[in-house]
């Protein structure tokens, strides 16, 4: 994802006068409709960079754990949304609710490969260690790659092997990713009870995997508003 847009004046070789767009985004791993939100987002901002390519835009990633509570080793998946939704019928309910969804954004979510509901604890602490060292580009690939673990390759979020061998993959360097003991529970609170959650320049809050018509006319009114 682009994280920032700037253009040059042809004409006079002056720079275009820039706007600021700053973006906050809450998440979990284990959410799909993060994840479908985040190509909502990645639409939106595409559109806005062909309308409004002078929008310097800043994406902020905060994690927001779903199931602290889980096993730091996790449960079985299958299990897991059975006993939450009650029944196998409902579980592949909501699944093709969800892979229709994310059909729209390009998306082929693979969830018979998914074997455990992973506690997201350690994918939220080692991205956090990661955002004070990893620029915007290498930190969007983290998050592409950790999202494509658990929701196409079916491996284990809650494993560190798996995760440093994606972020290498998404070329960090091994060294800044953290060392030694795992973390404890990973507690944080966003604008909303769950997630996505979205701040657009810390004033307007949306909720849910949002349409990115509706991203971008939020972006437009926030800018226009700065203006």
């Not at 002056?14 to 959410?31: G, K, N, Q, Y």
């Not at 994918?123 to 673990?149: G, I, K, M």
Request: proline residues 6%; charged residues 15%; aromatic residues 8%.
């Amino acid at each position: 994802m682009d994280n920032s847009h700037q253009q040059q004046s042809a004409s006079s070789g002056s720079r275009v006068a820039r706007s600021a767009l700053t973006i906050e985004v809450w998440f979990d791993f284990i959410c799909p409709w993060c994840l479908i939100g985040k190509r909502q987002l990645q639409l939106a901002l595409r559109e806005l960079h062909q309308t409004r390519p002078e929008v310097v835009v800043q994406v902020q990633w905060h994690g927001m754990s779903l199931l602290p509570d889980l096993p730091h080793e996790g449960v079985p998946y299958v299990e897991f949304y059975r006993h939450r939704l009650g029944s196998d019928a409902a579980v592949r309910q909501r699944q093709q609710q969800v892979a229709a969804v994310a059909a729209t954004v390009g998306l082929e979510i693979n969830f018979s490969s998914i074997q455990r509901m992973p506690n997201t604890a350690l994918a939220h602490h080692t991205f956090r260690h990661l955002q004070a060292t990893e620029p915007a580009e290498r930190l969007d690939a983290v998050l592409e790659s950790w999202f494509r673990l658990h929701f196409i390759d079916g491996g284990n979020l809650g494993d560190a092997a798996s995760l440093a061998r994606c972020a290498k993959a998404s070329d960090v360097p091994a060294d800044h990713l953290p060392q030694g003991a795992a973390p404890g529970a990973f507690h944080a609170a966003g604008p909303a009870n769950g997630v996505p959650a979205f701040r657009i320049n810390g004033r307007y809050q949306l909720a849910g995997a949002v349409p990115p018509a509706q991203l971008l006319s939020t972006m437009t009114t926030a800018l226009d508003e700065a203006h």
